[in-house]
T-cell receptor, first 114, second 114 residues
Framework: KNQVEQSPQSLIILEGKNCTLQCNYTVSPFSNLRWYKQDTGRGPVSLTI?????NTKSNGRYTATLDADTKQSSLHITASQLSDSASYIC?????????????FGRGTQLTVWP | ETGVTQSPTHLIKTRGQQVTLRCSSQSGHNTVSWYQQALGQGPQFIFQYYREEENGRGNFPPRFSGLQFPNYSSELNVNALELDDSALYLC?????????????FGPGTRLLVL
């Protein structure tokens, strides 16, 4: 069964600290994996997209990694800011699939305290 | 900002009523997808429209229906509202139907059914 599991469910860190969010998936055959940031009451915004051949991709203070062999991805946030408080959602697609066959994780709710 | 707008931002209805939610896609995007996001969950795919035709549907009953118009706007209609329909409804526009396309999400409409 194609699934996407994220951990932790929620996380609280102090401003300036680093953190890592995890995503495990069983989607096959794998096509790509995206990390989205969703502010409260807003729509998700794409942070990174990674295909099978990519191991790491950065977007400012956000760095995503992908291990296609173990079917794991992580999102590392460096020097966190208050504005990083949001839900981070991992989304995986299977090869050849349409947008209707995206597999969404439940998200990790990150709270950054001053 | 993603260039995708939704209206209204919030809505309160009672059980059994009907509701219409609206979305304005990015100019030039011929695909719109609608999602339901319950509190603390990832988005669930409702359906997708491509060039004004339904192009895929998730596990939602027929009382969820949609329309897409030539001017890049679209609607989600829900009949016979149930309490479990309370959620954030997101639309996302893209320039194609395949999973590799980037989706641009609107801010969502938060629906509360009493």
């Amino acid at each position: 069964k194609n699934q996407v599991e994220q951990s932790p469910q929620s996380l609280i860190i102090l401003e300036g600290k680093n953190c890592t969010l995890q995503c495990n998936y069983t989607v096959s055959p794998f096509s790509n994996l995206r990390w989205y940031k969703q502010d409260t009451g807003r729509g998700p915004v794409s942070l990174t997209i990674m295909t099978f051949s990519e191991n790491t991709k950065s977007n400012g203070r956000y760095t995503a990694t992908l291990d296609a062999d173990t079917k794991q991805s992580s999102l590392h946030i460096t020097a966190s800011q208050l504005s990083d408080s949001a839900s981070y959602i991992c989304v995986v697609s299977a090869r050849g699939s349409t947008l209707g066959r995206l597999y969404f994780g439940r998200g990790t709710q990150l709270t950054v305290w001053p | 900002e993603t260039g995708v707008t939704q209206s209204p931002t919030h809505l309160i209805k009672t059980r059994g009523q009907q509701v219409t939610l609206r979305c304005s896609s990015q100019s030039g995007h011929n695909t719109v997808s609608w999602y339901q996001q319950a509190l603390g969950q990832g988005p669930q795919f409702i359906f997708q429209y491509y060039r004004e035709e339904e192009n895929g549907r998730g596990n939602f009953p027929p009382r969820f229906s949609g329309l897409q118009f030539p001017n890049y706007s679209s609607e989600l209609n829900v009949n016979a509202l149930e309490l479990d329909d309370s959620a954030l409804y997101l639309c996302a526009s893209s320039d194609g139907v395949y999973a590799g396309e980037t989706q641009y999400f609107g801010p969502g409409t938060r629906l509360l059914v009493l």
